[in-house]
């Protein structure tokens, strides 16, 4: 019965969705402030109720309940429990549930803690995410109901897909739905702003948190899905260019030029229309990630097999959302006012290169993700776009970008100084090169490219520094004084720095790796030894273990440096029994930030084993870095400038003078 309780909290989600997107759209064209009230109100009920059928499914999964079509297709009794619970989203039908249980709580917090907003535009924002809703609600009653019932009841499930049973991919979808889907609300006030037809200062501000909180928690989903791929499917590659890959690249991508647009828009009142585009823009790639995810038409190891009817429900939701939000912006775009001027050399323009390249960079990983799919579908022919196509062209767009990093925060407003910017920063250049030829040269060598390449991952991390450095004024002030002016500083100023710090250990990572890795595929018998990175495996043999709902062959090395053992290994290939699915665990050892990588490949007919050893110098630095830029995030976010949104125009009058400058 509780099943069916929970499924019928869907349909009472989806009348009270109707009303959502409605009534408080007319109670702000008319002005009336009692159906303007029910915007809050409905959205915090919508929220509750789907978040009881969440929770239905979720106890379903806990007890194992076998009638429950979703649970016997994803879960076995002796799953761990952490895996029954991530069953839950490890499918289709769940995930999809998951999807709307955040969008739904993003709309119940933008109804809660957006009561400095005018009335009439949190009312139309909370109706346009009722729309969303709405969508999505007979997506899944329609088509993805996961509460239907089998009769009778199996005994037992038929287990979860086995690679899914991990605790990397119990947080990773969460993660990117908390990006995904929080850059709903930012298209919510995008599609708002153009109904009114008002957009300014105070707009971008309401807009910013929102739009920080998704591209931070898109950036921890990013790199933990990264991570998960990396040591979880035995590849010893951390990024494939993988097309659902991408999908999610792309939002993240848009959501950045997002940030730094609002931010232009917000302090100077510029590139209104074009922030507005870019939320529209954000929210749409972030639509049209799921339909590649869930239409079928491409083979992932990512993606949900699922029915091409599904597929064509969620274009029609693309179709309707995107081109809506162009033709509505098309119709619009015309009557708003553009904004201020600025130079070019200032913090305004250095932003606007900023937009430019990651905008032209977001194209192009549209275009070689969606191009073999269109060629296919106008020609029949079947053709890969691969790593060397993403690799030169979104490479080569992003030197001059992430050279151009550390300029944006020491260029002024409206008219910058660069003679200046670039005095401030030739030591963090100077000591970036130096720093990018000493490790070149501690690793044994290699291409000067790969020099330069690590040149720059310092120089983003020493400018972000210096950025901190010279807003305290150390060196023309005494350290105490300066000490207490870096303190002094806006909590965004050192987000700000944490992000672009972190966004160079990153690129420090990337070119270490891809330049200083080995790769090493031998045979091996109990007693040989291989070389890698310096150390010694010795490999010691197979052991058989059995867990919950697997068996496994596990190979047991010892790593030995100078000949004294430091470290063992495990690695295995495990098969679940329920689905008869193989897969391989990886043993990866960690010294400091680089790693050695071990995966077992097949049994030889002569008693030998093949196995690939890696070693990978510096690759934690590829996720080491994501994690900084998302502390920056929320670092960001904890400043009381952007937790309580615009100030009342009073309350702003009263401490203009008090704002520090940045």
């Known amino acids: 019965m509780i099943i069916e309780i929970g499924h019928y909290a869907l349909v009472l989600a989806l009348a009270t969705g109707f009303l959502l997107s409605v009534l408080p759209l007319m109670g702000a064209r008319r002005g009336d402030a009692a159906l303007m009230a029910f915007a ?131 947080i990773h979808p ?4 908390l990006g995904y889907v929080g850059f709903s609300v930012c298209f919510s006030f995008a599609v708002a702003a153009l109904i009114e037809g008002r957009i300014d200062a105070a707009w971008a501000r309401w807009v910013r948190p929102w739009t920080l909180a998704a591209w931070t928690f898109l950036t921890a989903g990013i790199a933990m899905g990264s991570y998960w791929a990396y040591y979880e499917l035995g590849w010893g590659g951390w990024w494939f260019w993988d097309p659902v890959e991408n999908a999610s690249f792309m939002p993240w991508l848009a959501g950045t030029a997002l940030l730094h647009s609002a931010l232009v828009m917000e302090k100077r009142e510029a590139l209104k229309i074009w922030t507005v585009l870019l939320a529209i823009m954000t929210f749409s790639l972030s639509l049209l990630g799921t339909f590649l995810v869930r239409s079928g038409v491409l083979t992932s190891v990512h993606a949900f097999a699922t029915d091409p009817s599904r597929g064509i429900f969620i274009l029609a939701i693309l179709t309707f959302f995107i081109g809506g939000a162009f033709v509505l912006f098309a119709w619009r775009a ?66 001059p970008l992430l050279l151009a990093v550390p300029f944006g925060p020491l260029l002024a407003w409206k008219r910058g100084d660069l003679l ?23 690793q044994s060598g290699g291409p000067v490219l790969a020099a330069l390449g690590l040149a720059i ?74 070389e890698a990175g310096g150390y010694t495996l010795l490999f010691d043999g197979m052991r058989e273990a059995v867990g919950p709902n697997f068996t496994e062959e596990r190979g047991h090395f010892t790593v030995s440096r100078g000949g004294v053992a430091v470290a063992d290994v495990w690695s295995s290939k495990r098969l679940y029994t329920a689905r008869r699915m193989p897969t391989t665990e990886a043993g990866i050892l960690s010294f400091g930030a680089s790693q050695l990588y071990v995966s077992l490949g097949d049994h030889m007919e002569d008693g030998g084993l093949v196995v690939r050893i890696w070693w990978k110098p510096f690759i934690l630095c590829i996720w080491g870095g994501a994690v900084i830029m998302m502390i920056g995030g929320f670092v960001s976010l904890s400043d009381r400038r952007l937790r309580v949104g615009a100030p009342s125009r009073r309350a702003k009058m009263a401490k203009v003078a008090l704002e520090p400058a940045e």
């Not at 769940?94 to 709307?100: H, V």
């Not at 933008?110 to 995410?129: C, E, I, K, M, Y």
Request: glycine share 10%.
């Open 174 to 177: 969460p993660l990117l739905y």
């Open 420 to 442: 200046g910017a670039l005095q401030r920063l030739y030591v963090a250049a100077g000591l970036a090169l130096a720093a990018g030829f000493g490790l070149l040269y501690a």
């Open 40 to 170: 809050p109100v409905g959205s915090v009920v919508q929220f509750v109720l789907v978040a009881f059928a969440f929770g239905v499914l979720t106890w379903a999964y806990a007890v194992s309940d076998f009638s429950v079509l979703n649970v016997w297709d994803n879960s076995h009794s002796l799953m761990p429990m952490i895996y029954k619970v991530s069953g839950v989203w490890g499918n289709h039908e769940g995930s999809m549930l998951l999807w709307l249980l955040i969008l739904t709580l993003f709309s119940a917090m933008v109804a809660l803690f957006g009561r400095n907003l005018p009335d009439t535009l949190r009312a139309t924002v909370l109706s346009v995410q009722a729309w969303i809703t709405v969508a999505f609600l007979l997506f899944i009653l329609l088509t993805s109901n996961p509460f239907l019932r089998l009769d009778p009841a199996p005994a037992e499930g038929q287990d979860l897909n086995p690679v899914l049973q991990d605790f990397g991919l119990a």
């Open 334 to 399: 015309p009557t708003l006012k553009s904004g201020g001027l600025f130079a070019p050399i200032s913090r305004e323009g250095a932003l606007v290169l900023n937009n430019l390249i990651l905008t032209v960079s977001t194209a192009t990983v549209l275009t070689g993700t969606l191009y073999p799919l269109v060629l296919e579908t106008l020609t029949g022919e079947k053709i890969s776009v691969g790593a060397p196509f993403f690799n030169l062209t979104f490479g080569l767009l992003m030197i």
């Open 457 to 530: 991952g310092f120089y983003l991390v020493f400018g972000a520094l210096a950025d901190l450095w010279y807003r305290a004024n150390f060196g023309k002030l005494s350290f105490k004084v300066a000490f207490a002016r870096l303190k002094g500083l806006p909590r965004s100023a050192f987000g700000t720095a944490l992000a672009h710090l972190g966004l160079g250990v990153t690129v420090l990572g990337i070119v270490a790796v891809t330049t200083f890795q080995t790769e090493h595929v031998v045979e091996m018998r109990q007693g040989e030894t291989a």
